[in-house]
């Protein structure tokens, strides 16, 4: 049986903590109502944080696949 982890690659993770802040200047600049504006932004700092370190870190990947038995196709373990 092998293991094996596959990443967030480089230009998504990026894609994606821009959208992150994205959020994070929207929820500042039009204010939010259905919780408070600093949960908004703490949000917004750890997801950005998670996708960055994600993408960029060597140790950055979050899902196992692996593969059973010869010719077997591979599935999220």
């Known amino acids: ?3 094996w982890q596959k990443g ?5 993770a990026v894609l ?5 802040v994205a959020m994070i200047v929207l ?3 039009k204010g939010v109502k259905t919780m408070p504006l600093w949960l908004w ?5 750890v997801g950005v944080g998670i996708t960055l370190w994600a993408g960029f870190s060597r140790r950055g990947r979050n899902t196992w696949f692996e593969k059973t038995g010869p010719g077997a196709t ?3 373990g």
């Open 8 to 12: 967030i690659s480089k230009p998504k």
């Open 74 to 76: 591979p599935h999220v």
């Open 41 to 45: 932004v703490a949000l917004g700092v």
């Open 27 to 29: 929820a500042l600049v």
């Open 16 to 20: 994606t903590a821009a959208i992150w």
């Open 1 to 3: 049986m092998s293991r």
